[in-house]
């Protein structure tokens, strides 16, 4: 079922709660597999418009399509996400480049979401993975666009990783990723400057991954991410400097124990203490 605008969205939610059905919001529906008794679509509502430096996009909107007509006005969309708005805030996932740019919840000015309680103008549901309700509309911050982007990489030991994590935000970098598979990794990405005796290409790092087996962690710096690899030594992990949650796959959960964190597919408890306030009746799965 595919919806023209937020009204439409809103009395679809109020009739599925009367009725008891579950209702699930998708875009394109390649990044949630997702069942219910209503599967409704934002495809539609895929206009978006650049003025200045943002973009207000409706939720159905291409985000690809976005970082390419930004890229032709010499401007950067901040995301790697290849699917609409609409998923893009639903998800809030971090990238490298979250470092210099921040979440989608960062670079998000405002967000109207439709909730079965009705229409709210609050980014704090960004991230909340369609639980609690569909965005349908988001003003989205637009950054100059970087001419040289240079990765520097280097396997290190303890030592030297906090060395050049300090030399390294000095330098203002856009992304500061740390891995971990039975020892660091460290990859940071500049736009000036440079960092000597490391391995160097260009562009930004990925992370390609499964979400498999993992957990989102929450570790508020390098030495707390430090801390947990001492701990836990999981099979692999990884940290972005500025988002405070890093990605863990571990096959035992309780390993975790002590650590604020839940599986990489859930969301976080205070979206479920949300739940219980703007959907008691579990409409949205």
């Known amino acids: 079922m595919e ?13 599925a709660r009367v009725e008891g059905k579950t209702v699930s919001i998708v875009g394109t529906g390649t990044h949630s597999r997702k069942s219910a008794d209503l599967i409704v679509s934002t495809l539609k509502m895929s206009d978006f418009e ?46 490298p480049i979250s470092t210099g740019y921040g979440t989608p919840y960062s670079f998000t000015q405002w967000a109207k979401v439709v909730t079965p309680v009705g229409i709210l103008k609050w980014r704090g549901l960004i991230g909340s993975k369609g639980l609690l309700g569909g ?63 490391l391995e160097s290409y260009e562009g930004v790092p990925v992370v390609e991954e499964s979400d498999r087996g993992s957990y989102m962690v929450k570790t508020e710096d390098l030495s707390s991410f430090m801390e947990l690899m001492e701990r836990v030594k999981p099979i692999y992990a990884y940290y972005i400097h500025g988002v405070k949650w890093s990605k863990v796959y571990t096959s035992e959960e309780n390993e975790l124990n002590g650590w604020e964190y839940f599986p990489t597919g859930d969301v976080p408890g205070v979206v479920k203490k949300l739940k219980r306030v703007l959907d008691h009746w579990n409409t949205l799965v």
């Open 135 to 197: 965005f349908t509309e988001a003003s989205m911050k637009l950054y100059p666009r970087p001419h040289r982007v240079v990765t520097f990489t280097k396997r290190v030991e303890t030592e030297e990783l906090i060395k050049l994590y300090g030399q390294a935000l000095g330098l203002k970098p856009l992304a500061f990723l740390v891995e971990y598979d039975n020892g660091y990794r460290l990859h940071v990405s500049l736009s000036e400057g440079e960092l000597e005796g």
């Open 3 to 15: 919806i023209n605008n937020d009204i439409e969205l809103l009395g679809i939610l109020r009739s």
């Open 50 to 95: 650049i003025k200045g430096g943002e973009v207000v996009a409706q939720a159905g909107a291409s985000v690809t399509k976005i970082r390419e007509e930004a890229m032709s006005s010499d401007l950067l969309f901040p995301s790697l996400y290849d699917g609409t708005v609409g998923g893009l805030l639903a998800l809030n996932e971090a990238y």
